[in-house]
């Protein structure tokens, strides 16, 4: 394939030649290629399946990944897969249009969880939760009929954050977004790639590309979320007191399990004076 002709070059033939541009695409870049390598990734050979649902986190994934493929970073091969879940106005031409243009191998593939949500959903309640593990399970048996070994996802630093939030404050454990897992059938991984990335720098990167960004006509047209409070929190401490959400992370990665108080992690009997 000629070089001018490859979906690398065409994804960013117009993208702004700042040198601030150039530093956050850096950026980004370097804290995927740590995460890929600090957790493993590259361990999981074979295909990925890369989730694009048409938001900013899901396009620069798909973005940062290819250029890491072109660079020989990454030797997977790659397949985008974006679920259209049914809902109200989704425009079904965007993301068709956009990778076909890149000429990116893709599967588009439908299915009307959107009524089950609904459907199911008392009104008044958050969608999130079986949205989700009804998308999760969709994703999982298309990377099994592609022959894919991982389903990557666009999950960024400041979710794993929320998450580690709602976990301790409404799950009563401390947990989060692990950026590698197994499924339960333990026929497939689960990466998040995105990991180490700011949400405020995917932010400036989509704004910066000009991803056709399709927004959520589910979920993010309902108020009251647990996970948008915690979002709140964060942002609250972090102009209160720069850098916290980074004390936070660092947190995450420096765990002393004889420091806590699960005795199923950390065998306390083995404490005794002499």
Same mark, same amino acid.
């Not at 589910?218 to 959400?245: F, I, N, V």
């Given at each position: 394939?000629?070089?001018? #002709?490859?979906?690398?070059?065409?994804?960013?033939?117009?993208?702004?030649?700042?040198?601030?541009?150039?530093?956050?695409?850096?950026?980004?870049?370097?804290?995927?290629e740590?995460?890929?390598?600090?957790?493993?990734?590259?361990?999981?050979?074979?295909?990925?399946?890369?989730?694009?649902?048409?938001?900013?986190?899901?396009?620069?994934?798909?973005?940062?990944?290819?250029?890491l493929?072109?660079?020989?970073?990454?030797?997977?091969?790659?397949?985008?897969?974006?679920?259209?879940?049914?809902q109200?106005?989704?425009?079904?031409?965007?993301?068709?249009?956009?990778?076909?243009?890149?000429?990116?191998?893709?599967?588009?593939?439908?299915?009307?969880?959107?009524?089950?949500?609904?459907?199911?959903?008392p009104?008044?309640? #958050?969608?999130?939760?079986?949205?989700?593990?009804?998308?999760?399970?969709?994703?999982?048996?298309?990377?099994?009929e592609?022959?894919c070994?991982?389903?990557?996802?666009?999950h960024?630093?400041?979710?794993?954050?929320?998450?580690?939030?709602?976990?301790?404050?409404?799950?009563?454990?401390?947990? #989060?977004?692990?950026?590698?897992?197994?499924?339960?059938?333990?026929?497939?991984?689960?990466?998040?790639?995105?990991?180490?990335?700011?949400?405020?720098?995917?932010? $400036?990167?989509a @704004?910066?590309?000009?991803?056709?960004?399709?927004?959520?006509?589910?979920?993010?047209?309902?108020?009251?979320?647990?996970?948008?409070?915690? $979002?709140?929190?964060?942002?609250?401490?972090?102009?209160?007191?720069?850098?916290?959400? @980074?004390?936070?992370?660092?947190?995450?990665?420096?765990?002393?399990?004889?420091h806590?108080?699960d005795?199923?992690?950390?065998?306390?009997?083995?404490?005794?004076?002499?």
């Amino acid at each position: 394939m000629d070089q001018a #002709t490859t979906p690398i070059s065409r994804l960013f033939a117009d993208m702004p030649k700042s040198v601030e541009f150039g530093k956050l695409r850096k950026r980004l870049l370097r804290q995927v290629e740590t995460a890929l390598n600090t957790y493993h990734m590259h361990e999981v050979r074979g295909r990925w399946l890369v989730a694009l649902s048409g938001g900013k986190d899901s396009y620069g994934l798909l973005a940062l990944l290819l250029e890491l493929q072109m660079r020989g970073v990454i030797e997977q091969d790659l397949l985008v897969c974006n679920l259209d879940q049914g809902q109200p106005h989704f425009p079904k031409d965007v993301l068709p249009n956009y990778l076909n243009d890149l000429g990116v191998a893709h599967r588009i593939e439908f299915r009307d969880t959107y009524s089950i949500v609904t459907d199911k959903v008392p009104e008044g309640n #958050t969608y999130c939760a079986l949205c989700s593990r009804l998308r999760r399970g969709h994703l999982y048996r298309i990377a099994r009929e592609e022959g894919c070994s991982a389903l990557l996802l666009g999950h960024h630093r400041d979710d794993m954050l929320e998450t580690f939030l709602l976990n301790m404050f409404f799950g009563g454990k401390m947990a #989060t977004m692990p950026p590698k897992l197994v499924n339960d059938e333990g026929d497939l991984a689960v990466l998040r790639p995105l990991a180490l990335c700011e949400e405020s720098d995917l932010q $400036k990167f989509a @704004d910066g590309m000009q991803f056709p960004i399709i927004p959520c006509d589910l979920c993010g047209s309902q108020d009251g979320l647990q996970r948008q409070m915690m $979002k709140q929190m964060l942002a609250d401490m972090e102009k209160k007191s720069p850098g916290r959400k @980074d004390r936070m992370f660092a947190a995450l990665q420096n765990v002393n399990a004889s420091h806590l108080l699960d005795a199923d992690l950390f065998d306390f009997g083995q404490i005794n004076p002499q």
